[in-house]
Structures are given as C-alpha cells and as structure tokens.
T-cell receptor
Framework: DQQVKQNSPSLSVQEGRISILNCDYT??????FLWYKKYPAEGPTFLISISSIKDKNEDGRFTVFLNKSAKHLSLHIVPSQPGDSAVYFCAASSNTGNQFYFGTGTSLTVIP | EPEVTQTPSHQVTQMGQEVILRCVPI?????FYWYRQILGQKVEFLVS????????KSEIFDDQFSVERPDGSNFTLKIRSTKLEDSAMYFC??????????????FGDGTRLSIL
C-alpha cells in the first residue's frame, strides 16, 4: 500500500532554472511532511519540512508547498545548482511520529 | 553537527547466519528507527523504538528481527536466520522528540547487508 507516491522517477533541469519535484499522499491523517536528499552511499539528509497547518515553507533556495485538499506537496529549488543532483524523497507522518512513510524518490539531475 | 553513525558500513553474511547491525543515535535523541532499502526500491519502515520498547513495527519486522538498546548509546538491529531477500541497505534514524512534536528524523549512512 503506497501511501506516499512520487510519480516521476527522474527529472533533468538546466543549471539556474527551477526544479519542481512532486509528491502525493493518500492518508488524511498525515500532518507532517518532509523532503530528504540522498547521495549514493549516504543516508537520507533532511532538507525541509512542513506541517499541515501551513501551505508553504521556505528555506533559502528550497520551498515546500502543501495542498491538503489535493493531498499533494511539491519541492521547488530555485535556482538549481549542479550540487543539487541527488535523489529526493518525500516523507510523511501522523502526529504520533512513530512511523514515517517514504515515497520512491525522484532522481534530479542539474545540467551545468 | 551531531550525526547518527552506523557500523559496519558493509556486512557480508552467509545465509542462515545471524547478523547484528549497530547504530549510535544522536546523543540527546529519544526516538530511534530502523529502515531498509532494497536495491532500486523505496525506503521501508521497519520499527520505531522509544523508552526501551517498540513503539510501532511494520509487517516486515517479524520474529526474525529484534531491536535492543543495550546501553545508553547503542541501538542494534538483530536479524536471525538471514535469507537472501534480507540483502538491503539498512538505515538507522533518530529523532529528538516524538508524538505531537513535528521534528525530522536524522539518518545514518546505512549498513549494506549482503547475504550470500
């Protein structure tokens, strides 16, 4: 049962342009959403999060948008840099915090 | 910056043997997790642990698996009677607080388990 879905396995973007990564979820009990970045041979690194009481959270070049009615969140990276090339996972949890559900990841390639 | 550390980075084990994966969570964190990622697949939750007991576990975490916090710093995952399909990356994560507080998990770099 795939409660968090990332339908785009890969994305290529030119350096300096915007990268938009998308994520959908099915469980209406989720109230905390996160994006992680993962390089090969490393663990996921926390990037940015948003709680369900907000619809936008911004941290430097990274902005996460949450559309609760559509059960959809997105990560915007602008401007994209070659160092952003990695696999990006979205994750979600309910307020118990006992389990985080991960999407299958989107591999972002930023072309210099 | 404090980090979660996992040892070993790569473990090769004969099928049927027992293996123990070790993790040192961030020192003031209270919640601990194990995940696994089979090659090419998503990161899957195995178990969460708080106050010296399991908080939640997935269907994957059956009697073959156990977790322990043997002292104040280590958090271990034991896999008994390993099978070929247990081959995966195993990630440990920790979190400062849990229920009702939105905080991210912090992950270690994983242990690659190869069952022969």
């Amino acid at each position: 049962d795939q409660q968090v879905k990332q339908n785009s396995p890969s994305l290529s973007v030119q350096e300096g342009r915007i990268s938009i990564l998308n994520c959908d979820y099915t469980n209406s009990m989720f109230d905390y959403f996160l994006w992680y970045k993962k390089y090969p041979a490393e663990g996921p690194t926390f990037l940015i999060s948003i709680s369900s009481i907000k619809d936008k959270n911004e941290d430097g070049r990274f902005t996460v948008f949450l559309n609760k009615s559509a059960k959809h969140l997105s990560l915007h990276i602008v401007p994209s840099q070659p160092g952003d090339s990695a696999v990006y996972f979205c994750a979600a949890s309910s307020n118990t915090g006992n389990q985080f559900y991960f999407g299958t990841g989107t591999s972002l390639t930023v072309i210099p | 910056e404090p980090e979660v550390t996992q040892t070993p980075s790569h473990q090769v084990t004969q099928m049927g043997q027992e293996v123990i994966l070790r993790c040192v969570p961030i020192s003031n964190h209270l919640y601990f997790y194990w995940y696994r990622q089979i090659l090419g697949q998503k990161v899957e939750f195995l178990v969460s642990f708080y106050n010296n007991e399991i908080s939640e576990k997935s269907e994957i975490f059956d009697d073959q698996f156990s977790v322990e916090r043997p002292d104040g710093s280590n958090f271990t995952l034991k896999i008994r009677s390993t099978k070929l399909e247990d081959s995966a990356m195993y990630f440990c994560a920790s979190r400062l607080q849990g229920a009702g507080v939105n905080q991210p998990q912090h992950f270690g770099d994983g242990t690659r388990l190869s069952i022969l």
